[in-house]
């Protein structure tokens, strides 16, 4: 049944260079990643202006994660829904949500309750969005394009974080935060654009009968625990991302506060990260003629976190924009690897909840890291925030030397 489906669509999709549609949903993706890095320099500069508190950085970097621990529920609903529908509304919300916040900060009128509040449903939002769009890409595609297609939506995401941070920084710099925030609010709109010209599935009217939550978050959970490459890849990120957030959470602040660098040389230094991060996301299908999943996450992981705890002891421009370049470039050879391994070892109808599951295990932790990346700054500084957070993403590279993942491929 499942070589059958997969052979139908295999039929019915155009060979990569010509499939459109797939550039158009991956093109949308990127316009509006564009703003999501303009919001991630504008943002907590905000927060900084406004409070002048790490801890409140950590609040609201903790409310925009909280939702991650909805992702099972968010995968029913991502497999059971109209998915095109899903994406359309969440781009609409966030749009509306970000140029609100802009308004309110542009005629000074904003309070760090409202960037509490808009923190929660951006975040939820984007993470029903993430699930979504994972389950679309490979009805677009076929089966032997998935991991090129995964490495271009990686690549061209980390060209988004390339542009976006120099274009935020400039923006900042001459003008205002505002104006960078309604930058990533018309980037929603594009994406909009984007989705609504696309054809995709409808969910059958019998699935949307009989679906029972519970029932299907235990389906997925179920498939994540029997495909042991997805599981141990799952755990050795629950590990490296509870790192990650650790130095993601405060990194602004950190350049900003403890480097004493300006928001345009902070744009320039994520941006640099950025264009290293490309070179790792389209290396990856090169790396995997030589190397097996499991060496290229192992050696990547390792790398990237080295690259965090080399982060915390610089303090010249150029040392923090090598180590960022380093780790960025890791972080983006993982990606399409750990992508790919997910979509080839799931059926098409349990890609919503199975993604859903997977950034539930991966995720999980990130909402309590990135309160506590905020009171350990507070408590000490950010230098040992992110140096803690680099020990943690280096010594979770050895579970991806599970034998599981020797027979991933």
């Known amino acids: 049944m499942k070589h ?4 139908h669509k295999e039929q019915r999709q155009p060979e990569w260079k010509r499939n459109y549609p797939a550039f158009r949903l991956i093109g949308g993706n990127v316009v509006s990643f564009v703003g999501d890095q303009i919001y991630l320099l504008a943002l907590p500069l905000i927060v900084l202006v406004l409070t002048d508190s790490a801890l409140a950085m950590g609040v609201v970097a903790f409310l925009e994660r909280l939702p991650i621990l909805l992702q099972p529920m968010l995968g029913v609903l991502a497999d059971r829904l109209n998915r095109k529908r899903i994406l ?16 309110l900060f542009m005629v000074d009128q904003l309070t760090v309750w409202h960037i509490y509040s808009a923190a929660f449903m951006m975040g939820l939002l984007s993470q029903l969005y993430n699930t979504s769009q994972f389950a679309v890409l490979p009805y677009f595609v076929r089966e032997n394009d998935l991991e090129k297609a995964n490495a271009v939506n990686t690549g ?23 104006y960078a925030l309604m930058i990533n609010s018309f980037s929603f709109l594009a994406a909009w654009l984007a989705v609504k010209s696309l054809p995709m599935p409808q969910v059958e009217s019998e699935e949307r009968r009989t679906w029972k939550v519970w029932g299907d978050i235990k389906e997925g959970f179920r498939h994540v625990y029997q495909m042991k490459p997805i599981l141990f890849t799952n755990v050795a990120m629950m590990f490296s991302i509870f790192g990650t957030t650790l130095f993601l959470t405060m ?3 950190h350049l900003k506060g403890s480097i004493g660098l300006s928001a345009s040389a902070i744009g320039w230094l994520l941006s640099v990260g950025g264009a290293a991060a490309i070179g790792g996301a389209f290396l990856t299908p090169f790396l995997k003629r030589r190397w097996s999943y499991q060496q290229i996450l192992f050696t990547a992981s390792f790398i990237g976190g080295l690259s965090l705890i ?7 421009f150029l040392g923090l924009m090598v180590m960022n370049a380093v780790g960025t470039f890791a972080a983006s050879v993982q990606s399409p690897c750990i992508i790919t391994i997910r979509q080839k070892l799931t059926p098409a109808r349990l890609l919503g909840r199975v993604q859903a599951t997977s950034r539930f295990i991966s995720w999980v932790s990130m909402p309590a890291a990135a309160l506590l990346a905020g009171v350990i700054s507070e408590w000490s500084s950010t230098s040992v925030t992110i140096f803690i957070g680099g020990t943690v993403t280096t ?4 579970v991806y030397l599970h034998p599981s993942l020797k027979m991933a491929s």
């Open 4 to 7: 059958h489906a997969i052979e």
């Open 310 to 316: 080399g982060f915390s002891y610089m303090s010249s």
């Open 395 to 398: 010594l979770a590279s050895i």
């Open 251 to 253: 990194m602004v602040f």
């Open 156 to 178: 061209l995401f980390q060209t988004a974080i390339f542009l976006g941070p120099g274009l935020g920084g400039i923006v900042v710099s001459l003008y205002h935060p505002g």
């Open 88 to 103: 359309l509304v969440c781009d609409a919300s966030r749009g509306l949500i970000v140029g609100v916040i802009a308004l």
